[in-house]
């Protein structure tokens, strides 16, 4: 005797089945990461953060600031405003701490978000040769590959964080390699926005010295890369 058919799915797991879906997920992040990016245009909260402070005393304003911060960099406020501003706010020692909690507050958020919403759709799609060579790299050397990129002022801080997610690599190399490999940049930032008053003091001469510096070497190594792929490419 035949087995009966499965019943079909009704309207009620057909939706379900839709809002659990790898592609459905992935939406939901575009959707949510441009919302967060108009919501930075039109608001623009950095001017907040650097004017329009609560008049907070103590660690309570540093960790409002953090999370503040935080939230800012995972909605794409660039970071070098956020640590002049917490310069300025609290000074160079404590300001800079502030910051660095912050980086690995936004880091977080925007690595989960996107290990949650896009990894599952996006991971088949890395099929050629550069993206899988990326992917193995960042899976397999985890540590290692993120303490670069943070080093490495040429690399966008979002879009660090979204290509990390979409890889293997786990929570404590990333959240690690993003404190450390982003200290001395921030630091620096964060010195100058903190004697921005005294534009001729040692302190800010040496912090602008050391952004510029790494900003030239960063342009460097990306100009010798690309002669590097286009040499690649035409052998």
Known sequence: MPEAAPPSPGPAELRSRARLSP??????????????AATVLALRPERMLAEGWPQLSGGAAVVLFSAAYGLCTAAFVPRPILNIAA????????GTAAAVVGTVLGSAASFGLGRLLGQDALRPLLRGRWLKAADRQLSRHAFRSMMAVRLFPGVPFAAAN???????MRWTPFLLATALG?????????????HATAPTSPAFLGATAFIAVTGL?????????KGLARRLSRS
């Not at 979204?162 to 293997?168: M, N």
């Open 162 to 168: 979204y290509c990390a997610a979409v890889s293997r």
């Open 87 to 94: 310069g300025a706010l609290f000074g160079a020692p404590t």
């Open 23 to 36: 592609w459905f997920r992935l939406g939901l992040l575009v959707v949510l990461l441009a919302a967060a």
């Open 182 to 194: 982003s200290a001395p940049a921030t630091a620096a930032y964060v010195i100058a926005g903190s």
């Open 217 to 225: 070497a960063a342009v460097v190594v990306a100009w010798r890369k």
